[in-house]
């Protein structure tokens, strides 16, 4: 046995205990699940589950930061790897924002049953246009990802990986056998 177990929507879940779970979409998104009862128990990138957002970007320290790449710098723990560097900036050519916005129109088909009150449509033409990728699908694809897992968790909707285009998700298995059986693309 791997240790992996299937779950829905195309997530595997790597790592369950009594305190987290810790799914990965097979490609490139994890999400961490972590029980009530760890509530303002944590720190580190994902903030301190305390139910204030306000206060989650804290340096190892504990101190506050509003910028992006000191707070990933604090965290770094492999000098070997490569420092991050981000740009506020959304710069996005005419091409590249037309197909982000097509490519993230599926966020607004689904929110009859999933509204997007956290503007992932937003986010997931913004991600596409920053997207460092020679294919931005990758970067699209995972915040698609993203919006999916949440509705599966927030709103009891199972949505399973046929929401993942193959056009857009060609990387992920379960978009290319959806491409294969007819499904959208």
Do not use: H
């Amino acid at each position: 046995s791997s240790g992996i177990n299937a779950e829905y929507g195309g997530f595997f879940t790597v790592a369950s205990t009594s305190e987290f779970t810790v799914r990965w979409d097979n490609v490139g998104t994890v999400y961490v699940d972590v029980a009530s009862d760890m509530a303002s128990n944590l720190c580190g990138l994902c903030g301190d589950f305390d139910d204030n957002p306000e206060n989650d970007l804290k340096n190892t320290l504990g101190s506050l930061v509003t910028d992006t790449e000191v707070l990933l710098t604090a965290w770094q723990t492999d000098s070997t790897c490569e420092s991050m560097s981000f740009s506020n900036e959304t710069t996005c050519d005419a091409a590249t924002k037309e197909i982000a916005e097509n490519d993230c129109e599926l966020i607004n088909s689904y929110t009859d049953s999933c509204p997007d009150d956290m503007n992932y449509y937003d986010k997931c033409v913004e991600s596409t246009c920053l997207c460092q990728e020679s294919d931005t699908s990758t970067c699209t694809c995972n915040i698609l990802s993203a919006y999916f897992m949440r509705c599966s968790q927030e709103y009891g909707e199972d949505f399973d990986a046929e929401w993942r285009p193959a056009s857009v998700c060609s990387g992920y298995p379960e978009a290319e056998r959806a491409g294969q059986e007819g499904g959208q693309g």
